[in-house]
């Protein structure tokens, strides 16, 4: 499949066009950001280990039963996916407090709720991605009621799939981002990646932070904790 032009270039992926229409292929880069882009850096190698781990992610959800975008991967750094049209929302899942909630509602990190916790976030960089509720979602016109269901009930099994398979290799998946997109023939699929860029992954023994929190936070070793999350789900 032969890349075209350039789609679409976020933060830390490019996306082409190829001679399918119905085709895409997105390459991940090693651009990290944070704090709406107010800190930036490479992370050498950073989309290699994403480009893997997304894929190994997609590839267990869809065994399971989950629709995505995702078709296959193409080498080390490009992934070919079905073109959807996203909806513009975040979707974001909270099993343990931690990042923007224990901040804004002043929770201690690490504190375990009574229930999952699925916030909406609104894609718009202008506004800082603020968050939002299901009738906002509805309101300005992002999904309708029914859609927003399907989106969530699809959300739910997600975080339950994706909670056994860390269980297992030893990691407490604690929050996630999701996004979801709409197939030509009008067919819901989650779309984006799922990686430690997307998510909060804590080593079970240790609370040790093995994602994007180290880049956030200035912790250091990065790339070596990107490196552990494959090496887990590849052992
Ligand atoms: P938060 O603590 O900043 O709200 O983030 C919650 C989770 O969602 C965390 O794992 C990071 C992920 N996330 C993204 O991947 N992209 C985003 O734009 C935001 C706001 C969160």
């Known amino acids: 499949m032969e890349k075209r032009e350039l789609l679409y270039e976020g ?6 066009l190829t001679d399918d229409p119905e085709l895409i292929i997105i390459h991940y880069k090693d651009d990290a950001s944070a704090y709406n882009n107010v800190k930036k850096a490479t992370i050498e190698g950073k989309g290699q280990l994403n480009n893997q781990i997304s894929a190994i992610i997609f590839k267990y959800l869809m065994e ?6 995702f078709v296959e991967q193409l080498n080390d750094r490009d992934q070919l996916c079905r073109r959807v049209k996203i909806f513009p929302m975040e979707v974001i899942v909270r099993n343990i407090i931690a990042g923007s909630m224990a ?5 201690p ?10 916030d909406l976030c609104y894609k718009k960089d202008e506004l800082g991605d603020p968050l939002i509720n299901n009738d906002h ?3 300005l016109g992002i999904a309708s009621y029914e ?3 399907e989106i969530l009930d699809m959300t739910r099994r997600i975080n339950v799939l994706l909670t056994d398979l860390f269980k297992v ?3 407490k998946l604690v929050d996630f981002k999701l996004e979801f ?3 030509s023939d009008g067919k819901i699929v989650l779309a984006d990646e799922i990686s430690p860029d997307t998510s909060r992954l804590w080593d079970a023994e240790t609370n040790e932070k093995l994602d994007k929190d180290r880049f956030r936070r200035d912790l250091g070793k990065v790339h070596e904790a990107y490196e552990e999350i494959l090496r887990r789900l590849t052992k």
């Open 64 to 69: 399971h039963g989950i629709p995505t975008h």
């Open 181 to 183: 997109g709409r197939t």
């Open 147 to 149: 859609e927003l269901d």
């Open 169 to 171: 290799l030893g990691i």
């Open 103 to 107: 901040k804004r509602l002043d929770i």
């Open 109 to 118: 990190e690490g504190t375990q709720p009574a229930n999952t916790i699925i």
């Open 11 to 16: 933060k830390a992926k490019q996306v082409f």
């Open 137 to 139: 979602v509805v309101a």
